[in-house]
Nanobody, 122 residues
Framework: QVQMVESGGGSVQAGGSLRLACAAS????????MGWFRQAAGEEREGVAA???????YYTDSVKGRFTISRDNAKNTLYLQMNNLKPDDTAVYYC????????????????WGQGTQVTVSS
């Protein structure tokens, strides 16, 4: 049974940092494309960052230079280091996974976590 559990969300002031983690189980984690997505209230879900099995990374423009996605295959865990947070980063953040070498935030992901809330105040 595939499970993906996010942690690390919370409330911070603008300029602060948070580190999200996503613990995965039930599939061959190292061969999957992993991604972080977010959905703000009243908005559509958007891709934030993705990391391929070969560790190539992809970011949406609004987070480049501020967010870093990484993976620890030994721990089956995905991370998102978020620095210099802005109020516009406020959203529920989801981790997701899809099998195979094709990796992009613009393709369908197979498995999803339950989400963790990130709130940034000005």
């Amino acid at each position: 049974q595939v499970q993906m559990v996010e942690s690390g969300g919370g409330s911070v002031q603008a300029g602060g940092s948070l580190r999200l983690a996503c613990a995965a189980s039930g599939y061959t984690y190292s061969t999957y494309c992993m991604g972080w997505f977010r959905q703000a209230a009243g908005e559509e879900r958007e891709g934030v960052a993705a990391i391929a099995s070969n560790r190539s990374t992809y970011y949406t423009d609004s987070v480049k230079g501020r967010f870093t996605i990484s993976r620890d295959n030994a721990k089956n865990t995905l991370y998102l280091q978020m620095n210099n947070l802005k109020p516009d980063d406020t959203a529920v953040y989801y981790c997701a996974a899809r099998p195979g070498t094709v990796c992009s935030m613009k393709i369908d992901f197979t498995y999803w976590g339950q989400g963790t809330q990130v709130t940034v105040s000005s």
